[in-house]
C-alpha cells in the first residue's frame, strides 16, 4: 500500500472539507473526527472509515461523486514497483551451470545474496530445461564483470538442487 505522510494526509482532509457542499457544519464536524493519529497513519482502518464517508457524502449529495474514485485509489493504491530500489533485486550476481555432459550456461541474476539468486534462476525457464545439471556456481557480479580465475560466492551440488530436469 501506498505510504502516506503525515502532511500528505493533512492535505487529503483538507481538500475533503473543500469539497463538501456547504449549508450544514455535522460534515465537516463528522471529517475531523475521521483524521488519523500518527500511530494510525499506515493503518488501513482509518482509510476503510473514511472511504465508507465519503460514499455516504456522495449519496446523500454532499459532495461530488467523481472525487470520491481518485482519493480512494490514493488511500488503497499499492506504491509503483518502479518507484525507488528494490532492496531484494540490488545485487547483481551471475551464475553458471554445469552439465554432466561438461556444457556450460551462464546467467545474470539481480538478487539479495548468492542463495536468493540461485533460488531466482530456478523460476527461469530456461533454467528448468537444462537436463543433468551437475553443478551452480554463483559469483559476485555480472558475467561480463567477472574476471578469470575468481572463485564462487556458493556452490550447489546434486543434493542442493532443486526444480532440476
Same mark, same amino acid.
Given at each position: 500500500?501506498?505510504?502516506?505522510?503525515? @502532511?500528505?494526509?493533512?492535505?487529503?482532509?483538507?481538500?475533503?472539507?473543500?469539497?463538501?457542499?456547504?449549508?450544514?457544519? #455535522? %460534515?465537516?464536524?463528522?471529517?475531523?473526527?475521521?483524521?488519523?493519529?500518527? @500511530?494510525?497513519?499506515?493503518?488501513?482502518?482509518?482509510?476503510?472509515?473514511?472511504?465508507?464517508?465519503?460514499?455516504?457524502?456522495?449519496?446523500?449529495?454532499?459532495? @461530488?461523486?467523481? =472525487?470520491?474514485?481518485?482519493?480512494?485509489?490514493?488511500? =488503497?493504491?499499492?506504491?509503483?514497483?518502479?518507484?525507488? @530500489?528494490? %532492496?531484494?533485486?540490488?545485487?547483481? =550476481?551471475?551464475?553458471?551451470?554445469?552439465?554432466?555432459?561438461?556444457?556450460? =550456461?551462464?546467467?545474470?541474476?539481480?538478487?539479495? #545474496?548468492?542463495?536468493?539468486?540461485?533460488?531466482?534462476?530456478?523460476?527461469?525457464?530456461?533454467?528448468?530445461?537444462?537436463?543433468?545439471?551437475?553443478?551452480?556456481?554463483?559469483?559476485?557480479? !555480472?558475467? %561480463?564483470?567477472?574476471?578469470?580465475?575468481?572463485?564462487? !560466492?556458493?556452490?550447489?551440488?546434486?543434493?542442493?538442487?532443486?526444480?532440476?530436469?
Amino acid at each position: 500500500m501506498t505510504h502516506l505522510s503525515e @502532511d500528505r494526509v493533512k492535505d487529503l482532509f483538507r481538500d475533503i472539507e473543500g469539497r463538501i457542499k456547504r449549508g450544514n457544519p #455535522n %460534515p465537516i464536524r463528522y471529517l475531523k473526527n475521521l483524521h488519523p493519529s500518527k @500511530d494510525e497513519i499506515e493503518g488501513l482502518e482509518w482509510r476503510y472509515r473514511l472511504s465508507g464517508y465519503l460514499e455516504g457524502l456522495a449519496v446523500s449529495d454532499q459532495m @461530488d461523486n467523481g =472525487f470520491i474514485e481518485p482519493l480512494v485509489a490514493t488511500l =488503497f493504491s499499492r506504491a509503483d514497483v518502479s518507484d525507488g @530500489d528494490r %532492496p531484494g533485486r540490488a545485487r547483481p =550476481f551471475s551464475i553458471d551451470i554445469v552439465t554432466e555432459q561438461r556444457k556450460t =550456461f551462464s546467467f545474470d541474476v539481480p538478487a539479495m #545474496n548468492p542463495l536468493d539468486a540461485y533460488v531466482q534462476l530456478t523460476k527461469r525457464t530456461a533454467y528448468k530445461s537444462i537436463p543433468g545439471i551437475e553443478v551452480i556456481k554463483v559469483f559476485e557480479g !555480472l558475467l %561480463p564483470d567477472r574476471t578469470s580465475g575468481v572463485q564462487p !560466492l556458493r556452490t550447489f551440488h546434486t543434493g542442493e538442487l532443486i526444480f532440476t530436469a
